[in-house]
């Protein structure tokens, strides 16, 4: 099965200062999504950014931005102008196009946004 | 590292059917457990907290009788699709962690039931 890893468990970030989520994940299949989720207090998990396995060009949307190295399966989250509600969990996923659409998710990395 | 386990991991059934998804934590004790219930654009929409030994938390809209939660031990919690029907068709995800409440845990996320109800 794929694996999604999150090796930073916790996160802190200055607001208005740029921070990194790393993420990679392992798989043998070439062509699959990959998704940055972010669960608030609320719980909700909350899609950030969707990026297709087949486009080069790392997705972005707003403040949030990725860079995914296929090669590499790495797949980071940057995050410019933190905000103070940008603090949460983040979660990174991937998701199979084969194997009845399963998710995998990393554990998460908590994010704290510093007045 | 800690695994959860989702089974089945598709369901195809007749409408009026009632189907139950197991989702457990193999090495670890859940004490929390989380149900999602993806839409389309693939968001995820929060279902319920259950917490061992208590009552599951329901989210607002998500009716308690038609989506029925056990979380009876600390390794395994339920979700029944009680007379299921078309609009019930949909992807299921469990997730689990240790400790009560909302804190920064890592959490363990189950592999999906995708559910079909023709």
């Known amino acids: 099965a794929q694996t999604v890893t999150q090796s930073q468990p916790e996160m802190s970030v200055q607001e208005a200062e740029t921070v990194t989520l790393s993420c990679t994940y392992d798989t043998s299949e070439s062509d699959y999504y990959l998704f940055w989720y972010k669960q608030p207090p609320s719980r909700q998990m909350i899609l950030v950014i969707r990026q297709e396995a087949y486009k080069q060009q790392n997705a972005t949307e707003n403040r949030f931005s990725v860079n995914f190295q296929k090669a590499a399966k790495s797949f980071s989250l940057k995050i410019s102008d933190s905000q103070l509600g940008d603090a949460a969990m983040y979660f990174c996923?991937?998701?199979?196009?084969?194997?009845?659409?399963?998710?995998?998710f990393g554990t998460g990395t908590s994010l704290t946004v510093i007045p | 590292g800690a695994v959860v386990s989702q089974h089945p991991s598709r369901v195809i059934c007749k409408s009026g059917t009632s189907v139950k998804i197991e989702c457990r934590s193999l090495?670890?004790?859940?004490?929390?457990m989380f149900w999602y219930r993806q839409f389309p654009k693939q968001s995820l929409m929060l279902m319920a907290t259950?917490?061992?030994?208590?009552?599951?938390?329901?989210e607002q809209g998500v009716e308690k009788d038609k989506f029925l939660i056990n979380h009876a031990s600390l390794t395994l919690s339920t979700l029944t699709v009680t007379s299921a029907h078309p609009e019930d068709s949909s992807f299921y995800i469990c997730?689990?962690?240790?400790?009560?409440?909302?804190?920064?845990?890592?959490?363990?996320f189950g592999d999906g039931t995708r559910l079909s109800i023709l």
């Open positions: 997730s689990a962690r240790a400790g009560v409440g909302f804190g920064n845990q890592p959490q363990h």
């Open positions: 090495d670890f004790q859940a004490t929390t």
């Open positions: 996923a991937y998701r199979s196009l084969n194997t009845g659409n399963q998710f995998y």
């Open positions: 259950s917490n061992e030994g208590s009552k599951a938390t329901y």
